[in-house]
């Protein structure tokens, strides 16, 4: 194991542990670092007790790098290996073992903290095939939404990457904003080129039911639309993004989930910890309703995209097969559904 590839794996497992952001961000400056020295330089400096002189090294990050040039596994690695959780029971595990890709994360062209290449070689090493890129569309400005023209040198991006990381597929996608009247968030000529389109309600989450229904229908009704993201919008952890718990909106869930299974549209299983969106009540409606489902990390970070075993404890125990979750499929069936 290399310095790098340690100090990674641990900001990984931070990542999935949900610990603070500065704690994860320590570890991975510090692969950044590592990763431009020589390796005869790296040596030198830990022999002499000078790593910590380097930008953004400490006195952990040291010692994890000093053992890992020993050929040893960090003490700080061996112990968050030791502390990662509870095993998946067998439903559980059997869910996440037939997932093929994400549908729903976000890299550091929108609020995400890494890399798009970073992102899609952590997607990888899960053992997906494919992963989806759908960062923020331009309305939601907090979250550095992509205007068009920056959506389009995303996609040039992309496809160079591609090119390098076959058989794997990074899919070209975007998590576009519903407003106000149900249009999205983006040109139709874009959202007609992308892979997957994520959309999602992110502002305005106390309308009316009435409001909020004919809405979100109108959404879901757009040709364009793949996957229904966050459905209620609840909040169910204090702290984290978003600072306070939230209620979940208001809407005719039949009428909803009826367009859903009507057009296609996939209803997301959000499995990040502080969302668990829609509440298992809602997907034991839309499975009865004959939906279709997306189990998705929506990661803003590496370590993140395995919270999509959440998802599939939730599917799980709401009895959801893997037939009728769509990142189960390949990718050429996926990619044909609304071809």
Not at 222 to 246: F, K, M, S
Request: with cysteine; hydrophobic share 40%.
């Amino acid at each position: 194991m290399t310095p790098v590839e340690a100090l990674r794996e641990i900001a990984f497992l931070l990542e999935r542990a949900g610990e603070p952001t500065y704690r994860v961000r320590a570890f991975r400056n510090a692969a950044a670092v590592v990763s431009e020295l020589p390796h005869d330089e790296l040596v030198r400096l830990a022999r002499v007790g000078g790593l910590t002189e380097l930008p953004g090294i400490g006195k952990v990050t040291a010692l994890a790098i000093t053992e890992a040039l020993d050929g040893e596994v960090p003490t700080y690695l061996r112990r968050m290996r030791a502390t990662e959780g509870a095993d998946l029971d067998d439903e559980t595990a059997s869910l996440r073992a037939a997932l093929k890709g994400d549908l729903h994360s976000h890299s550091d062209w929108s609020d995400g903290g890494s890399p798009i290449e970073e992102m899609a070689e952590a997607a990888k090493a899960l053992g997906h095939e494919y992963w989806a890129l759908t960062d923020h569309s331009p309305r939601l400005t907090v979250a550095n939404g992509l205007s068009a023209e920056r959506l389009r040198k995303q996609l040039d991006q992309v496809e160079r990457l591609n090119e390098r990381l076959a058989p794997f597929r990074i899919l070209t996608g975007v998590e576009v904003d519903i407003n106000l009247d149900g249009t999205l968030d983006q040109e139709p000529e874009l959202l007609a080129r992308l892979d997957v389109v994520v959309a999602s309600v992110h502002s305005k989450l106390r309308m009316s039911g009435h409001e909020m229904t004919r809405r979100m229908v109108t959404a879901i009704a757009n040709p364009h639309v793949d996957v229904l993201g966050h459905c209620t919008g609840r909040v169910v952890q204090a702290g984290g993004r978003r600072g306070r718990v939230r209620p979940e909106s208001d809407f005719d869930a039949e009428l909803v989930f009826e367009a859903c299974r009507r057009f296609g549209v996939a209803v997301e299983i959000n499995s990040r910890p502080d969302r668990l969106d829609p509440p298992k009540r809602l997907l034991r409606l839309a499975y009865e309703m004959g939906c279709d489902f997306a189990i998705d990390s929506d990661a803003h970070a590496p370590g993140q995209l395995d919270w999509q075993r959440h998802g599939c404890e939730r599917a799980a125990r709401c009895g959801i097969e893997a037939a009728r979750i769509v990142n189960t499929w390949p990718l050429a069936d996926l990619l044909a559904r609304h071809a």
